[in-house]
């Protein structure tokens, strides 16, 4: 799979928390972003704003009676974005579950690596196998 599938954005695993987090529901207060995703304010104010410059978070401020406050939401390039990644994030776990299935082992070589087999591993009196007691 070509690295150019991934979004690069999406590769820090924090800003994608941020956004999958955001997919899930419209306008979300950035306190309750930060809880979720347990960053501190000014982490998660790094991460939206690299997020905002890539036109994937769109951020809403305002007021709640006095008190200042903070909305995000995941913007339709943001989603798209998401959506994309996790579709290349899927095609690696299909291939690779698609070649393991190609490469079931014959009868013969399901020992695994390490350990003796049948053919080189010598029998005891009792006709265990394994190593000899002395």
Do not use: C
């Not at 590769?11 to 899930?24: C, E, F, H, K, N």
């Not at 995703?37 to 769109?58: D, F, I, R």
């Amino acid at each position: 799979m070509p690295p150019s599938d991934f979004d690069p954005v999406l590769l820090d695993p924090t800003r994608l928390s941020i956004v999958s987090l955001l997919a899930g529901v419209e306008w979300a207060e950035f306190s309750w972003v930060r809880e979720s995703v347990g960053l501190s304010p000014s982490a998660l104010s790094k991460q939206v704003t690299t997020l905002g410059n890539h036109g994937y978070v769109e951020v809403d401020k305002g007021y709640v009676g006095k008190r200042p406050r903070t909305w995000l939401n995941l913007s339709a390039q943001g989603r798209e974005a998401l959506e994309s990644h996790v579709a290349a994030l899927q095609r690696i776990v299909d291939d690779s579950r698609q070649a393991a299935r190609a490469h079931q082992p014959r009868p013969d070589e399901t020992r695994r690596p390490g350990r003796p087999s049948a053919a080189t591993d010598p029998q005891t009196d009792d006709g265990r196998t394994g190593p000899r007691d002395g």
